[in-house]
């Protein structure tokens, strides 16, 4: 059984999902993107709780599929999960994964079992979609 952290990384915001090989993917928790210091600080924090073999970023591309300026940060913060960490990190396409975990977030919030705190859980519901669809082409 392998553990995984899945991020969606955006300008502001990280949102953070921990699932494994044998269960579900789930959202764990969004971190502030800013200062640089202080996000290296909690990632350590993250990968000493959970201890992931594997680490899954997502990757904004274009409707068409093609890189977008967000595409180069969510490389750049790949590649720097890589070489803090030294565990391998996957990109995963995560076209429609806000959408989805808007949706998400919106029934689970309609069923009375979610309040939604400044946006922060819909960051981390994408994070567990991308890395529900990082799971399931493997």
Known sequence: MNTLLAFDVG???IGVAVGTTLSPP???TVLAAQPPAELERQL???IKQWNPDQLVVGLPLTLEGKPQPAS???QAFAERLS????RPVA???ERYSTREA???FAQARANGQARQRRGQPVDAIAAAVILESYLADS
């Open 102 to 104: 808007r949706s998400r």
């Open 72 to 74: 180069v940060e969510a």
């Open 83 to 86: 070489s803090l960490f030294d």
């Open 91 to 93: 990109q995963v396409d």
């Open 26 to 28: 789930r959202p764990l």
């Open 44 to 46: 350590s924090g993250l």
């Open 11 to 13: 300008k502001r915001k």
